[in-house]
């Protein structure tokens, strides 16, 4: 018997399925059980939802009259919708809900079965498989069963980076691929574990309020596209989420953009604050500005990717309703917005470029300082190193000359001495200082002039010095 409670009343304690899964049903009444990370990214969308106790799968949250339909194949009440996630933000890539990947396929086959009855065993077959690389030549392989009964399947990628806000001083960021299996009774989307990722790390501090993103929440989906989409059977939920992917992909060439913008305030805050003229600590700019250039180059691989997946005709072809001029199918669509996201990539990587230009300048700039700076500690270090030679090595050497008794100094045997030796002292530290000062600023020839000087000046200066001072 299933049991059906209002969402304030405790849960019964069960164990959690191993992935996380949303099934709808839009016709002829919307009906929906989820399970997982949604609840927490949508409460919006559940806050008139019960719980309800399903006999394989534990607590659901349920939207409509669901109540009698746990043990009925949904595909004959009406088109359904199911997405899986294989790595749900809180999963087994972070160890807090465990599951193997012959678990994971157990519970996959039975959602599928339950939604589509024997068609559910060759549709898990294939969407467990892992998606094809992007930019691969194949199409994702689909048995002849599932194509004679109307089935199709398109594999895409999404990348998914934080926006500045949540996380400044890095830029954190993943690679998911889904594999989509879609035909008139319904849509199959799995999220398969991620690809690639850089700082990636779900359960480090957050902002409040503030969660990692599980794949496209419902809450982020079709804000902007170019066609509106007929109808609810799968080809028509297939097609948006191509338009939910592109819609994902703009968003992030936006937050790039911030994060770029962001770069060229702190670099012209360093600037205006004169960093630049003492020394220039380059290491969190320079990690900055790669960062947002590999995401920049993952943004523009991944826009690519789809962009040929569409003109190959490898996406979903549903009616659509045109809502900008000439744009009259979803493949035009794809066109049109993966041009535009590739435009403003290539401004951005011309952005960067720039910033990189303006990061060696400010370096080159930093560098001359530092050596006009180092150049004008070297030439006080000379400066002084002369006028220690002047003071301490000349009167010193004048000193030794009257230590030794030779005969024939002004002065030897009297107190007239005392002034011979001051006088012979103060002409060799001004000769021998001159002569320094002249050398550190490379003027030889003066330099050359002042000894012939300094040496006629110790001549006249002993002629005097005998002259008037002999005893």
């Known amino acids: 018997m299933v049991v059906s409670r209002p969402r304030s009343e405790p849960a019964v304690e069960r164990t959690a399925p191993c992935l996380h899964f949303d099934i709808q049903l839009t016709e002829p009444a919307e009906l929906r059980w989820t399970c997982g990370s949604r609840l927490h990214m949508e409460k919006a969308v559940f806050t008139e939802a019960t719980d309800l106790e399903h006999p394989a799968y534990g607590t659901l949250s349920t939207l409509g009259e669901t109540a009698g339909l746990h043990d009925v194949q949904l595909s004959t009440v009406g088109p359904v919708r199911l997405e899986i996630d294989l790595e749900p933000h809180k999963g087994p890539r972070h160890g807090s809900v465990p599951g193997t990947e ?12 339950w939604a589509w009855g024997d068609d559910g065993v060759d549709l898990t077959e294939v969407v467990m498989q892992a998606p094809l690389a992007d930019n691969n030549s194949d199409q994702p392989p689909l048995s002849d069963r599932l194509r004679e009964r109307g089935w199709d399947a398109a594999d895409m990628w999404l990348l998914t980076s934080l926006a500045p806000k949540m996380m400044e001083h890095k830029t954190p960021w993943c690679i998911r691929p889904v594999r989509v299996v879609y035909g008139s009774a319904g849509t199959l989307m799995v999220w398969h574990p991620i690809a690639d990722e850089h700082d990636w790390e779900p359960n480090q501090p957050m902002p409040p309020g503030k969660r990692f993103l599980v794949p496209l929440p419902e809450c982020r989906r079709r804000h902007g596209q170019l066609t509106a989409i007929q109808g609810t059977d799968g080809t028509a939920e297939a097609g948006r989420l191509v338009q939910d992917v592109m819609q994902h992909h703009d968003w992030t060439e936006w937050q790039l953009t911030q994060r770029v913008e962001q770069w060229e305030r702190q670099f012209f805050a360093l600037a205006r604050d004169g960093a630049f003229e003492a020394h220039l600590d380059a290491r969190h700019l320079g990690v900055a500005l790669d960062e947002a250039h590999q995401l920049l180059g993952l943004l523009r691989r991944i826009n690519r990717d789809m962009a040929r997946r569409g003109r190959l005709g490898w996406l979903p072809a549903p009616p659509v309703e045109e809502i900008e001029d000439s744009v009259t199918s979803l493949r035009l669509e794809v066109q049109r917005r993966t041009n535009r996201v590739e435009t403003r990539t290539e401004a951005l990587n011309g952005s960067l470029r720039e910033g990189w230009t303006l990061l060696s300048s ?35 050497l004048v000193l030794s000359l009257y230590g030794a008794e030779v005969k024939g100094l002004p002065g030897m045997d009297g107190s007239f001495g005392l002034i011979a030796m001051a006088a012979y002292a103060a002409v060799g530290a001004l000769s021998t200082f001159s002569t320094l000062r002249a050398m550190a600023y490379r003027k030889r ?18 002629v005097l010095l005998i002259t008037f001072g002999w005893d």
């Open 102 to 113: 012959a678990e994971q396929r157990r519970v996959v086959g039975m959602l599928a079965e």
């Open 362 to 396: 400010a370096a080159g700039g930093a560098r001359l300082q530092l050596d006009r700076e180092t150049s004008e500690r070297t030439q006080g270090f000379q400066n002084a190193a002369g006028l220690v030679a002047a003071l301490v090595l000349v009167p010193g």
């Open 445 to 462: 020839a003066l330099a050359l002039v002042i000894l012939v000087v300094g040496f006629f000046a110790l001549v006249l200066t002993t």
